[in-house]
C-alpha cells in the first residue's frame, strides 16, 4: 500500500520546503515539487488547456484522459510512500480524478497556508498576475466561470487580484474537505507555513501521515527564498496591501461568499 501525498495550496506558500522536508523525513519515498519542463508539460503537469478547460468547462474528457495517464503512471511505484507538492494540480481536476489512487492506498490532501501578506508581497516581487498567459499557465482568472469567490477584488488592481486568487484557493480547499469528508482512503490535512518551521510542527505532520517521528528527531529544513526579486515593493505600498488584507478580514460573514461549485 502507497501513501500518496499532493497539496491544495496557492503557490509561494512553502510549496518546495514541503517538498524537501518530506524527502528529508519519509522513509522510502518519491518526492518531487513541480514536473516542469517543455516536454512534460500534458504530461506530468497539466497544460494550459488542461488548466482552462477545467476552470471553465469543468472535468471534461480531455481533463480526464490526462489525469488517467498521470495518476495510472503514480498508481505503479512501489514506494511506501509518493509526494507531489505543485500547487497547479489542483486547479486542473485533481481531486474529481483521484479514485486510481484510492483504489492502491491512501491519498492524503495538505492544505498548506503562508501569512497572506508574505504571500501576495512573494507574488508582487516575481512579477506574478502581471497578465492573463500567466494567470492561466500557473494561477487562475477571475473570470472563470467556475470560481467559488466573487471577482471584486480584482477591482482593486493587482494586489486585489492576488487576495482574490488566495481566497479563491482557500475557498476550494474548504469545500472539497466538506464535500469529500468521510471518504474512505482520502484524508485532509491543515498546516500552516510557520508550523513546518518548527521540529514539532514537522513532528505532527509526519505522525498524520503515519509515520511517528519525535521532534527531536525530525529533519527541519533550511528556509530557502527561491527566485529573483523583479520588483521592489516599497513601505507605502506593503501598507497598502495590509489595508486591504484588513479590510476583507473585517467584512461581515458572508460578504465573499462561494458563487458556483467546483
Same mark, same amino acid.
Given at each position: 500500500?502507497?501513501?500518496?501525498?499532493?497539496?491544495?495550496?496557492?503557490? %509561494?506558500?512553502?510549496?518546495?520546503?514541503?517538498?524537501?522536508l518530506l524527502q528529508q523525513n519519509l522513509p522510502d519515498a518519491e518526492c518531487y515539487h513541480e514536473i516542469v519542463g517543455w516536454d512534460r508539460f500534458g504530461v506530468d503537469t497539466p497544460d494550459l488547456s488542461h488548466m482552462t478547460l477545467f476552470n471553465?468547462?469543468?472535468?471534461? =474528457?480531455?481533463?480526464?484522459?490526462?489525469?488517467?495517464?498521470?495518476?495510472? %503512471?503514480?498508481?505503479?511505484? %512501489? $514506494? %511506501?510512500?509518493?509526494?507531489e507538492t505543485s500547487h497547479l494540480l489542483m486547479k486542473a481536476g485533481l481531486v474529481e480524478n483521484?479514485?486510481?489512487?484510492?483504489?492502491? *492506498?491512501?491519498? #492524503?490532501?495538505v492544505a498548506l497556508e503562508r501569512d497572506i501578506l508574505a504571500t501576495i508581497l512573494s507574488f508582487r516581487r516575481r512579477l506574478d498576475f502581471v497578465n492573463k498567459g500567466n494567470w492561466w499557465l500557473w494561477y487562475l482568472d477571475p473570470e472563470y466561470p467556475r470560481n467559488l469567490v466573487p471577482a471584486d477584488l480584482a477591482d482593486e488592481g493587482i494586489n486585489g487580484l492576488c487576495l482574490w486568487y488566495i481566497l479563491e484557493i482557500?475557498?476550494?480547499a474548504a469545500r472539497y474537505e466538506k464535500l469529500l469528508?468521510?471518504?474512505?482512503?482520502?484524508?485532509?490535512? $491543515?498546516?500552516?507555513? @510557520?508550523?513546518?518551521? /518548527?521540529? !514539532?510542527?514537522? /513532528? $505532527?505532520?509526519l505522525? =498524520?501521515?503515519?509515520?511517528?517521528?519525535?521532534? #527531536?528527531?525530525?529533519?527541519?529544513?533550511? @528556509? $530557502?527564498?527561491? *527566485?529573483?526579486?523583479?520588483?521592489?515593493i516599497d513601505a507605502d505600498e506593503?501598507?497598502?496591501?495590509? !489595508?486591504?488584507?484588513?479590510s476583507v478580514q473585517a467584512a461581515p460573514a458572508g460578504a465573499i461568499a462561494p458563487t458556483a461549485s467546483v
Open positions: 500500500m502507497t501513501d500518496f501525498v499532493f497539496t491544495l495550496t496557492t503557490g %509561494r506558500s512553502g510549496t518546495l520546503y514541503l517538498a524537501q471553465s468547462q469543468g472535468n471534461v =474528457e480531455s481533463v480526464q484522459a490526462f489525469w488517467r495517464a498521470k495518476l495510472a %503512471r503514480i498508481a505503479a511505484t %512501489r $514506494r %511506501r510512500f509518493y509526494v483521484l479514485a486510481p489512487l484510492m483504489a492502491k *492506498g491512501a491519498v #492524503h490532501l482557500r475557498a476550494r469528508a468521510g471518504t474512505p482512503n482520502l484524508v485532509f490535512h $491543515r498546516f500552516d507555513l @510557520a508550523e513546518l518551521r /518548527s521540529a !514539532e510542527g514537522v /513532528s $505532527r505532520l505522525a =498524520e501521515l503515519g509515520v511517528d517521528t519525535p521532534p #527531536h528527531d525530525a529533519v527541519v529544513p533550511a @528556509a $530557502r527564498n527561491v *527566485g529573483v526579486t523583479l520588483a521592489k506593503q501598507s497598502r496591501i495590509r !489595508e486591504l488584507i484588513a
